[in-house]
């Protein structure tokens, strides 16, 4: 299995896991808003569905892609109110249908594709192993919205590992992103894994590091939680610096939830895994 299939084979895991789980909702339970920018969890599932939808047009053709980002920017609507309109209003079990048979038939054809391809993007190409993880990491972070609205105590597994490295990797990104300077060297990363191993990223610098669990490094890099709202222990200025405006993702920088507006403050309640 190369590196590729790897990835696409997570990705299919995590989509399965979040599959399995939305299929035990409620009907009321998808007009319900998350404290993700007000969305419902029907917005939460569309915008995974237009995300994989992205990254199949653009393996198809390069020319559709762009034509159909230039349709989305022509509409003046936000991103939310856009898939709304271009799915009808798709929610409940019709929507998880068409989202989860997209899924599979993004995963079977990036798994099936030539490790060197690179699809167009919004800005620079992204190679394929690459917006795969991408996938895997937009369809762990964008979850955490539902889980959290409905009190669910989610299972972790070692797949994070790939965002984990993505986040590890995006120390530059997040301040150029910004137009800022890097305010130091990269920190060093020592991470506790679900699995319990330890997992490390950049050289050692005990004045300059980031230690905690895996999951809540995930949680700050993908902006699903405050770093005031983990336990992670950030020493030296460039490290807490990176943590306060952390982004792994592309596009225009974000603003990270303030501490308190992502937590999830429900009894937990185990989800069987």
């Known amino acids: 299995m190369n590196e590729l299939q ?25 007009s319900r808003t998350t404290r993700f ?19 199949i047009t653009s393996h198809r053709d390069a020319d559709e892609f762009r034509a159909f980002m230039a349709r989305v920017q022509r509409s003046g609507l936000t991103l939310a109110d856009f898939t709304r309109q271009w799915l009808d209003g798709l929610s409940g079990m019709p929507l998880l249908a068409k989202w989860y ?3 599979g038939a993004m995963c079977a054809l990036f798994a099936a594709s030539d490790p060197g391809l690179r699809l167009a993007w919004a800005g620079p190409s992204m190679g394929i192993r690459m917006f795969a993880t991408a996938r895997l990491m937009e369809t762990w972070a964008h979850s955490w919205a539902i889980y ?19 986040g ?27 699995s319990g191993a330890c997992w490390e990223w950049h050289e050692p610098q005990p004045d300059n590091r980031i230690t905690g669990t895996a999951v809540e490094f995930c949680q700050v890099v993908t902006q699903v939680r405050s770093v005031a709202d983990t336990g992670l222990q950030v020493v030296g200025a460039p490290a807490r610096a990176w943590m306060a405006i952390a982004q792994c993702f592309a596009g225009p920088p974000e603003a990270p939830p303030g501490p308190g507006t992502r937590r999830c403050d429900a009894p937990p309640v185990s989800n069987g895994d």
């Open 37 to 55: 920018k007000g969305w419902t969890i029907a917005d939460v599932v569309a915008h995974l569905y237009f995300g994989d939808h992205l990254g």
């Open 101 to 103: 048979d997209q899924f």
């Open 168 to 194: 590890a990797r995006t120390y530059g990104w997040t301040f150029a992103n910004r137009g800022l300077p890097e305010p130091g060297p990269t920190p060093w990363l020592v991470l506790e894994a679900p």
């Open 6 to 30: 790897q990835v696409v084979t997570d990705l299919r895991a995590e989509g399965d896991e979040l599959h399995r789980f939305l299929g035990t909702l409620r009907d009321a339970d998808w």
């Open 148 to 166: 959290d609205l409905l009190g669910i105590n989610r299972a972790h597994t070692d797949r994070i590992r790939h965002i984990a490295t993505l």
